[in-house]
Every structure is written in C-alpha cells, then in structure tokens.
C-alpha cells in the first residue's frame, strides 16, 4: 500500500470517527503494519486536551513522530531510527496544540522492511 493510500485511508477513519462521536473522542486507537523502505503508516485519534503515542519498529527500526493532523506542528519526534517510542503532548507542558485530530506515524527510512506497532491515546485515556 503506497503513502498517499495509507494517509487517505487514515484520513478517511478520523473523518468517519468524527461523524459517530459528540464531544471529545477517546477510541485508544491501534495499529501495525510491516514497511517497506521509505514508506509511512500513521493512526489517528482525536483530542481535547492531551495525546500520548506508543511505537515499536523491528529490525532496525523506525522514525516516528506525533503531529497534529492537517499541520506541520510536530508535538514530539524520534531522533532518527528506533526500536521504540513513547511520547506525548499535554496542555499544562505547553507541548498540546489544542483541540484537533492527532497522528502518530511511523517512517522507515531505513534500508530492510520492519514491522511497526502504533497506540494513540488522548484525554481521559491517560493518567494524570
């Protein structure tokens, strides 16, 4: 499955997401897919006040990110290649970027396929 069908598909949840749910949504959504090199898979969710992202990449691994969907604001990123990611955004940190759908995408750039597992959660999913 090539990048743009991966971003339209991931679009066309969170839309289909947005249509069921009144107020904050909190789906836990998950995810994984195995990449090919340069290809990208991303899960959507959407959220009020708070996001928090889980990964992990097999063989060599994985760059990956949480943004907010439709923008270049990235709430928190890998520094290149890893096995695994956590990270998160949370108003009071000044790292939330408001009320939105959020993305936690996971790119190879590496040279070998890797298998990929994603995990968003926002608002009362998470801890305090």
Not at 46 to 56: I, L
Not at 70 to 96: A, D, H, K, M, Y
Request: charged share 15%; proline share 5%.
């Amino acid at each position: 499955m090539n990048l743009k069908r991966v971003l339209a598909l991931a679009g066309a949840t969170a839309v289909t997401g947005a249509l069921f749910l009144t107020g904050t949504a909190s789906a836990d959504t998950p995810g994984s897919k195995n990449l090919l090199p340069g290809e990208q898979y991303c899960v959507a969710q959407q959220g009020a006040y708070q996001v928090r992202g889980d990964g992990t990449a097999t063989r060599d691994g994985a760059k990956f990110k949480i943004k907010k969907s439709g923008t270049s604001w990235v709430v928190i990123g890998s520094p290149g290649l890893v096995w695994n990611f956590q990270g998160e955004g949370r108003s009071p940190n000044s790292n939330f970027y408001g009320p939105g759908f959020y993305e936690l995408c996971a790119t190879n750039n590496g040279t070998r396929s890797t298998f990929v597992t994603l995990r968003i959660r926002t608002d009362t999913e998470l801890p305090n």
